[in-house]
């Protein structure tokens, strides 16, 4: 008889496109307080990689990520997923302004091997995790470097985000270890 194996806890990491930095602060204050404590935050860095979201969040958006402390199961993307999404919802009617979505939250998870990311959106690379969610691999860490895809989003592909991703990736390497 074949085993099952529960996964490894997984990090949570969430992507924050905001409109200003002001935005995404709150929106980091929104998601501890959901979520529980950050443990790592990435600088809060311009994001120009596409025109895709400039008329929701304006045009001169900042991207940030976030960490959460706490480990979680990696079957709870979807459900998190939902989460997130309302919390858009609320910021947009928080934050003052005329834009329509003044923040973007994308979670996701790394695990010692790859980063995962949530969406709402199908596609050809994507796979369905249930909840009317999908995820994809949107990198793999492969010799001691993140390796990107045909589809990986063009900023994700940026050394910046790789070093980022790899502190991300120690730390949860060293919270499996404890």
């Not at 529960?6 to 959901?34: H, R």
């Not at 940030?64 to 079957?75: S, Y």
């Not at 001691?144 to 502190?167: I, L």
């Amino acid at each position: 008889m074949w085993t099952l194996k529960k996964p490894a806890p997984v990090k949570l990491i969430i992507g924050i496109l905001g409109c200003n930095a002001d935005a995404v602060n709150t929106a980091v204050e929104m998601i501890k307080a959901k979520f529980g404590p950050c443990d790592l935050e990435s600088p809060t860095w311009p994001f120009s990689h596409t025109e895709y979201y400039a008329e929701e969040t304006g045009a001169e958006i900042v991207k940030k990520f976030v960490t959460l402390e706490k480990l979680f199961a990696p079957d709870k993307l979807a459900a998190i997923k939902h989460k997130t999404n309302k919390m858009e919802m609320k910021l947009a009617d928080m934050l003052t302004g005329d834009l329509s979505r003044p923040v973007n939250l994308d979670p996701g998870y790394i695990e010692p091997s790859k980063l995962v990311l949530a969406s709402a959106k199908n596609f050809s690379h994507r796979i369905y995790i249930g909840k009317k969610i999908w995820a994809e691999v949107t990198l793999i860490y492969n010799k001691g470097r993140w390796m990107t895809f045909e589809y990986t989003f063009p900023d994700h592909k940026e050394e910046r985000y790789h070093n980022f991703f790899s502190q991300v990736r120690d730390k949860l390497v060293q919270q499996l270890r404890e």
